[in-house]
């Protein structure tokens, strides 16, 4: 069989517990979005952002929120500065790099780092791995002995 697939459960979609009547319940809220009801009480509400109960937002997880890969173009021992609001994550190439990050340009700590290997012979290198980091919002990030770089970002 080939070509099979199911339709989406229409909206409001509920499930009950049988002896106490206690319902769990996904309607609609209004264009585009959802909710997820408890007892008849919003709990959650979702479309491209999530709000909680009191509509306070809640951020989508990273690599959920619209981010796509980027490859961008980074110097070593340069400070970049994460001011998209959100985490990104950074990848990068290099027999020995690293990425480090600080909260003001000043205190560094090491997060991420590649390694490598080289002939004992020749020295010449015979392959790089990729290393990665998370950077939160509002954080600096520089590279050491890096190249190859690309950003998880919006």
Same mark, same amino acid.
């Given at each position: $069989?080939?070509?099979?697939?199911?339709?989406?459960?229409?909206?409001?979609?509920?499930? %009950?517990?049988?002896?106490?009547?206690?319902?769990?319940?996904?309607?609609?809220?209004?264009?585009?979005?959802?909710?997820?009801?408890?007892?008849?009480?919003? $709990?959650?509400?979702?479309? $491209?952002?999530?709000?909680?109960?009191?509509?306070?937002?809640?951020?989508?997880?990273?690599?959920? %929120?619209?981010?796509?890969?980027?490859?961008?173009?980074?110097?070593?021992?340069?400070?970049?500065?994460?001011?998209?609001?959100?985490?990104? /994550?950074?990848?990068?190439?290099?027999?020995?790099?690293?990425?480090?990050?600080?909260?003001?340009? %000043?205190?560094?700590?090491? /997060?991420?780092?590649?390694?490598?290997?080289?002939?004992?012979?020749?020295?010449?290198?015979?392959?790089?791995?990729?290393?990665?980091?998370?950077?939160?919002?509002?954080?600096?990030?520089?590279?050491?002995?890096?190249?190859?770089? %690309?950003?998880?970002?919006?």
């Amino acid at each position: $069989m080939s070509g099979f697939s199911a339709p989406p459960p229409s909206l409001p979609l509920s499930l %009950a517990d049988a002896p106490t009547g206690e319902e769990l319940s996904l309607e609609h809220v209004g264009a585009g979005l959802a909710g997820i009801f408890w007892r008849g009480v919003k $709990m959650l509400e979702f479309g $491209m952002s999530l709000t909680d109960m009191n509509g306070n937002e809640i951020q989508a997880p990273l690599g959920m %929120a619209g981010e796509t890969w980027q490859s961008v173009s980074r110097s070593n021992n340069t400070n970049y500065h994460n001011t998209t609001g959100r985490p990104i /994550v950074v990848t990068f190439t290099g027999n020995g790099a690293n990425v480090r990050v600080s909260t003001d340009a %000043a205190n560094w700590v090491t /997060v991420g780092a590649s390694g490598g290997g080289t002939t004992s012979h020749t020295g010449t290198t015979i392959y790089q791995a990729r290393g990665s980091a998370i950077i939160p919002p509002n954080h600096y990030y520089r590279f050491s002995s890096a190249s190859d770089f %690309a950003e998880l970002r919006q």
